[in-house]
């Protein structure tokens, strides 16, 4: 498993952040092929009434980091990452790691809650 992370800063307008990232990167992004898993998170502080140090987290998936690389490399990921300018305006932070699982996540909320 290879895991793709971006870390977004603080955008100058969270609003035109938030509506370009679901209305127009979202959408380009997804027409990638090969990605088994994506998941997207604001940051919410440790400390209550602090600020977090970044304003949301993606996680992205992929088999291999040579599968990760083919799928950015692809027209469609050249296109999603160019795009990220677009609306990034407090900058953009790209990692890449290959996890290691100790429990494995569960996506979905419990039937109770």
């Known amino acids: 498993m290879h895991r793709l992370t971006i ?3 603080h955008p100058e307008d969270p609003a035109r952040f938030d509506r370009y990232y679901r209305e127009v990167h979202i959408p ?3 027409k990638m092929q090969g990605l088994w898993g994506w998941t997207i998170g604001k940051c ?4 209550s009434g602090e600020k977090p140090p970044y304003y949301m987290i993606v996680s992205l998936y992929a088999d291999s980091a040579p599968a990760m690389q083919a799928i950015l490399d692809s ?10 300018p677009n609306f990034a305006t407090g900058g953009a932070t790209f990692l890449t790691d290959n996890p290691e699982v100790l429990i494995a996540p569960r996506f979905e909320a419990p039937p109770d809650s």
Not at 44 to 47: F, G, I, K, P, Y
Not at 75 to 84: H, L
């Open 75 to 84: 027209p469609e990921g050249q296109a999603t990452v160019a795009d990220v």
């Open 7 to 9: 870390l977004y800063g």
């Open 28 to 30: 380009l992004a997804k």
């Open 44 to 47: 919410q502080a440790a400390e």
